[in-house]
């Protein structure tokens, strides 16, 4: 897979010309190289990796991928809002992918808070990690995006999870591919800039994967609250129809999963 940083900027609309592009053959960790860098940033940046040797999933899990099968990248965006306005961030990213998604055909579900799911298998997962900027009114997200394409059998082994699998996606140019998505990001980050979550709430419970099923909450493998899904409310919390009522749950390091009652 070659992916070209002057052919990517090529196809991007407005809001994405903003963006620093770097694309590399292989690193640790897309969000750790920005992390790192932030202190020196100037405008937001895409780091797209050909490979990744420790890409990260929520709550520590390893995000395992393979060149030209999958493909990897952190944007880093600076927002005029202090770090607590970012809540609710993976839900406006994950509309963000469903919707650039559909202009291929690839019709997807979301699943609170950062999964992608195609066919009920994860077709990619989103880990946004924040920092406050120099100034107390301003602060950075760098969100890292990993989509599988087209993993072989044995990545899918390794992963010991259900994992989506779109192989013509590998097929597709990818800078188109790529440049399709930040124009998508880019518009949403600047959205949700100015309208915050609430210009995302609404589509999200369009997409959701499990509206009007039962679900359990779990946390290292206890069971926190079982019921029915409703959705996800104004700031992101998602609720839940339990035996005592309607809950509000804040993302954390628990996870959703289909009830198997």
């Known amino acids: 897979m070659k992916l070209s ?7 991007c609309h407005p809001a994405a010309r903003q ?6 053959d292989e690193t640790g960790s897309t969000n750790a190289d920005l992390l790192a860098a932030l202190p020196t940033m100037a405008t937001p940046a895409l780091l797209v990796a050909r490979t ?20 990897t990248f952190s ?42 799911l195609y066919e009920g298998k994860k077709l990619a997962g989103i880990l946004i990690e924040s920092a406050a900027a120099t100034r107390s009114d301003q602060s950075w997200a760098v969100i890292g995006i990993g989509i599988n394409m087209a993993l072989d059998e044995e990545l899918v082994a390794r992963i010991e999870r259900p994992v989506a699998n779109i192989p013509w996606l590998a ?33 999200w419970n369009h997409l959701h994967a499990y509206a009007g099923k039962p679900v359990v909450i779990v946390d290292h493998g206890k069971i926190l609250h079982e019921g029915t899904a409703v959705g996800v409310d104004a700031i992101g919390r998602f ?9 509000a749950i804040m993302a954390g390091d628990v996870s959703l999963r289909p009830s198997e009652r």
Request: proline letters at 4%; hydrophobic letters at 50%.
């Open 52 to 71: 990744q040797t420790a890409g990260r999933g929520r709550a520590g899990r390893s995000w395992l991928s393979a060149p030209g099968k999958s493909l």
């Open 19 to 24: 963006v620093a592009l770097k694309v590399v």
């Open 239 to 247: 609720l839940l129809d339990g035996a005592a009522g309607r809950i």
């Open 75 to 116: 944007l880093a965006w600076k927002f005029d809002a202090p770090l607590q306005a970012l809540v609710g961030l993976p839900l406006a990213v994950g509309v963000a992918l469903a919707e650039t998604l559909d202009m291929f055909n690839v019709n997807v579900r979301l699943k609170w808070p950062n999964d992608v």
């Open 171 to 203: 097929d597709l140019d990818q800078d188109m591919l790529m440049a399709t998505l930040l124009n998508r990001l880019a518009e949403a980050m600047e959205q949700f800039g100015q309208e915050g979550l609430a210009a995302f709430v609404t589509r």
């Open 5 to 11: 940083p002057e052919r990517i900027s090529s196809f």
